[in-house]
């Protein structure tokens, strides 16, 4: 559904009601007095054969006899008359619906044919629908609000679209009594049978009073157009998501290490990441991007200053910061002298964080918080407050949001306690201060916001235009597979090598005279790898056997290959020392082909170290992701090895995404180990899954 | 101090106060308002020379005016005039002062010679002190309260020992407004010179009143004592530990991977856990443990149920409940039955987590929670709510009270939000029930106390007794490094294997044709290794050469080792092939002897994978840590490799454990790698650092 349309569908000139009742439990009594109670000022008009007259207004029996323009219509009914209603809105020329009933495909078999019913209903008379099984929708500018929610919701600037209605009740309960927090929109999805989430986000990244976009996610359901449209999103305002079943991963076996590790929360991770989408770990920490962002206090660097009259608490916060790869500013000579001069210098820690002892005033805040702010460097300051005997709280309230409001850079109260420090937080948000009353959030809220600050400094996207890869050969070595569920290792390398990247060469050895004379050509040390095509991992038989010297260790390993095998066929190859890498990649049935490198050899099981990419992707981006992994030590080298070329490694991974692209057949591919040789990267085993 | 004596000092049947003071805001004020007010039924003394009365009691001139017998005496004066008071409280015959001047040595140089001065008075004069530099205590029982915190502390049967004055005071407003949650004693510890940590403890553990002990540690004073009182405690009752210092760890380069690897937070986490402590993480999961063990709601299991009326947040805490390794139990068939008769089967989801909907009712939470608990293996129930429309609040809260008091396993009740659910916590807090308004910090919590269980199921401690290892021979060893800060390779080796450790033996070749001799004499492959005594990391200088086959790789190897050593000796080893451990030890200057285990080899550093211990720690307990860590793959055996023997290892580490302690001149062992051949570990590489 296109932008515009949902501009009309969210801001209609009248909405009718049908299913109002005097019934207060009854979601159709509840939706009439929200909307009025909102303040909707154009018309409204209810629908019930039922009633003549509820709320002092007249009720129509029917939405025809209602005889004005309707634009919108909600339907507060069972689904069974919902279903009924679509010919009569079709009669009445209204094209925009809010479906609340239940019983749709979430409930039974039944349900799903009434919501298929329900798409090609909308199909063909061209309906917008959001819902069904959806609490509603609210536009606090026009003062619209067609929920069940037990609030009027509070206007403000976060654009919120939900998969639960459950969870927006929740998040609307939580902000109502709050100060400057509140709604532009606040979307109901339900079932998504024809609105979804990326059509809302679409919408919200263009409205002018939405400056942060929430999303509760459980599923998403057009990837393509997700990805597409949320990477547009973020470039204008931050998008904040909370998305549900990180360990629902479902218990498939996966034939390929890719296919098990890369799980469907990994993918959902990368692509949220890859878009620069800020994902909250949880409800809380969901709350606090929020706040931060529709307070617009952002944090200038990672560079903090935490002011604390409890040394103890500053410390346990610091321990946070410091978990979270945030960093405490040095002070200055300069800024200590300050200090000492305004407040006696043998009284505080000098160190940051700066403990102004339990006896801290007002007065004594207000001297630390002017003699520190001079710091050129901070990025933000924590302010930490308990409660202690002779702690002013309001005063010291008053006095950071005095210097908030003469310095650039965000400020960050917390106030802890809870009989003494009551609720403060009115009181900063009346100032739009962002302020907690626990430190547990703000550290991980911070670095990720400072990784989107990051992201949005990228240059624009490039990708290799080197065409790579021959794909005619590819593609007839791919259907020499046709019928089996993957390709033999001898395939497998050939796909990858001719894809563009190096690999080891294999070779098949039919006897034991013709491995002899192969050996001679690429001389000792060498590799033999069991032929048979029905063993996946060739290690847990002892189908590999590495670093083979000299002629008598060539004979025994063929000979024990050729006893697992129970043939006379051997695969050779040359011995490759290095750093074992894996790479791989796999189709997502959401959002397409995943790439992904981690930690190889033996330690891809122990460790499950790896990072994943959404096809195609750049190399500025590749590079600031890696360099957040346990990759990084390869790329700095250690312990006097040549380091990992990041750029090397990228176009190896971009190609093995553009075989997938090219190759549809093609499910998954392993790389196991790639290895890091000498600075070089080189293919030594590899498997081929097919569709 | 004996335990025995802090019983006399915190139940003083009189409390002279010196300092008492008519202005509000000074603590000689305070701690006389706050005696007065907890209610103290003893004489109380107040002291000063400048007033008559106070408080409509006599004020005293000097200690000696009173003429009675003082049992506590609390210093409510300053560093100078606290200290000229100590010879006057002696001649009136009080051994217990508690202290809150600072100026001692947290602050400079002068302060730390006026803390030499006190010590060595309170120990020429038998005195018990409290601080300096704290607030006090409270023991709630006797309603004795000298500190000057803000309110009258709440009783319960919390027993709080905080070495921060803030964060106690944090702690006390945190709890003041709730029901049924307090203390039994608040001690602050201050500068604990005379009285510390472990007296305390010791103390609390023995307390009747004291279900629960919490402590805020910044260091330990005596390690040895605190580990040996922490164990004993921890087997009658939990200790909640909030220790701060993380990320605090101090920039000592260490010469061992050993050191490098274990950091003072991890050896600090190490004791804690071998001591049975629980750790909290932050000051939120700090209180949630304390609620939950001061109500007694233990789960029973991993096995937890989940009921809510917000599916959304049902997934999001089933995701945290996983990531903590807790599990969802599986709803039988007969349950369900009960379930579909009682509610009807098509409204609700039948797994776990069980949604309620959005439409819930105080009914159909009642029905659920009927119907469900019946589940045998029941572990504990989370009952979720959010605020909907037609959400019950008080009337679910009364339903939860119900049946938890006809069900023997906890049920947590979570009611999130803020408007409409107000504050429940009072109503379960009534009723003993743990109740939360967030999902946080359960989950992390339910985990610790279900780890303390298994810990408390642990069998007795029992070390093994095959006294391995040939003192004297190591200590003549040892003695060949005397002047150097670390044996070299051939001579570290020799301890270890004198020490009873399996090694793979080691043999100094003179010149090419002494090592060709030796080759022979093992075969290859073998190993070359650099005899230089200089060089610490051996692979940063290439002075390792692995797997050589042949006399002319033999040849070469040795033609490479001669260049960078400058001279002509080599030692040799046979080629040993498996997977790789790191395992060490180190003296730690607070808790003795720390032994640990790693991944080795090129990822040791990578990686940074390890556990420790505190020697002597036993089989079982090792057992048991070591199978939550990364090392689990190899015990369980993976790809066809032989498992690793944890008994074997066992062995290993506590033989490097008893090296340190039969051996005070050494500081640090490495053995680096550990290999694990074929289900054998052995020594191949290591490095003794001496002190």
């Known amino acids: 559904m296109c932008s515009t349309g949902l501009r009309m569908f969210f801001n209609p000139s009248s909405i009718a009601i049908v299913g109002v009742s005097d019934n207060p439990k009854k979601v159709g009594n509840l939706v009439a007095k929200n909307l009025i109670a909102q303040g909707y000022e ?137 100060k400057n927090l509140g709604f532009s929109y606040f979307v109901s999805l339900g079932n998504k049978t024809i609105v979804d989430e990326t059509d809302v986000l679409e919408f919200l990244a263009d409205d002018p009073k939405t400056k942060v976009i929430a999303m509760y996610l459980e599923d998403v359901k057009d990837g393509d157009r997700f990805k597409q449209i949320l990477k547009k999103t973020t470039q204008k305002k931050p998008v904040v998501v909370l998305k549900s079943g990180v360990t629902a991963e479902g218990s498939q076996a996966a034939i390929s290490h890719t296919g098990s590790m890369m799980g469907n929360d990994q993918i959902y991770q990368a692509v949220f990441d890859q878009c620069g989408a800020i994902r909250a770990e949880s409800f809380s920490e969901f709350m606090t991007l929020l706040k931060l962002f529709s307070f617009d206090r952002i944090p200038f660097s990672k560079n903090t200053l935490i002011l604390s009259n409890a040394g103890g608490v500053g410390v346990l916060l610091t321990d946070e910061l410091v978990k979270q790869k945030l960093s405490l500013i040095t002070i200055t000579e300069e800024v200590k002298q300050n200090i000492i001069q305004s407040m006696g210098g043998d009284k505080i820690s000098l160190h940051n964080p700066i403990d102004l002892l339990g006896d801290a005033r007002a007065f004594d805040y207000e001297q630390a918080i002017k003699s520190t702010i001079k710091e050129k460097e901070i990025g933000s300051v924590v302010i930490l407050l308990t409660p202690q005997a002779n702690t002013e709280i309001p005063e010291t309230a008053s006095v950071i949001a005095r210097a908030q409001a003469g310095f650039d850079r965000p400020i960050y109260p917390i106030f802890m306690g809870e009989k003494s420090v009551g609720n403060p937080h009115l009181f900063f948000e009346e100032k739009n201060i962002a302020s907690f009353s626990t430190y547990d959030f703000l550290p991980k809220a911070l670095a990720k916001i400072i990784a989107y600050k990051k992201y949005l400094g990228l240059p624009e996207q490039v990708f290799p235009t080197d065409n790579q890869g021959d794909s005619g050969e590819i593609g007839r070595t791919i259907l020499s597979g046709r019928g089996k569920s993957f390709l033999n290792l001898v395939d497998s390398m050939e796909v990858i090598e001719r894809s563009g990247i190096p690999v080891e060469n294999l070779y098949m050895a039919a006897n034991m005279s013709d491995l002899a004379s192969k050996v001679k050509n690429i001389n000792y040390p060498v590799v033999l790898k069991i032929a048979s095509e029905k063993i996946t991992h060739k290690t847990e038989v002892q189908g590999v056997i590495a670093d083979i010297r000299d002629d008598e260790g060539l004979k025994t390993a063929y000979d024990h290959l050729c006893q697992i095998s129970q043939g006379k066929e051997v695969l050779l190859q040359k011995m490759v020392k290095g750093h074992e890498l894996i790479v791989g990649a796999k189709r997502d049935s959401v959002f397409g082909i995943m790439v992904m490198v981690g930690l190889g050899g033996i330690y891809t099981e122990v460790i499950k170290e790896a990072v994943s990419f959404n096809y195609p992707f750049s190399n500025d981006y590749f590079c600031q992701i890696i360099e957040k992994t346990k990759l990084l030590p390869f790329i700095k080298g250690f312990r006097g090895s040549y380091p990992l070329d990041t750029d090397k490694l990228y176009r190896i991974m971009f190609r093995i995404g553009q075989l997938l692209y090219k190759h549809p057949q093609i499910k998954e591919v392993d790389i196991n180990p790639l290895m890091l040789v000498e600075g070089n990267l080189v293919a030594v085993d590899g498997r081929i899954v097919l569709l």
């Open 42 to 178: 154009s018309p409204i008009y209810f629908i019930n054969p039922k009633y003549k007259t509820l709320f002092e207004k007249r009720v129509f029996a029917k939405l025809s006899d209602v005889g004005q323009s309707i634009d919108l219509v909600v339907l507060a009914v069972p689904v069974d008359i919902a279903l009924g209603y679509l010919d009569e809105i079709k009669a009445v020329g209204t094209k925009n619906i809010v479906i609340f009933a239940a019983g749709f495909k979430e409930t039974s078999t039944e349900g799903e044919k009434k919501e298929k019913l329900l798409k090609e209903k909308a199909g063909a008379y061209g309906f917008n629908i959001l819902g069904p099984n959806c609490i509603g929708f609210i536009n606090t500018d026009k003062k619209i609000n067609t929920t069940f929610l037990r609030d009027i919701c509070p206007a403000g600037n976060i654009g919120f679209v939900s998969q639960s209605g459950a969870l927006g009740s929740l998040m609307v309960d939580s902000l109502v009594n709050h």
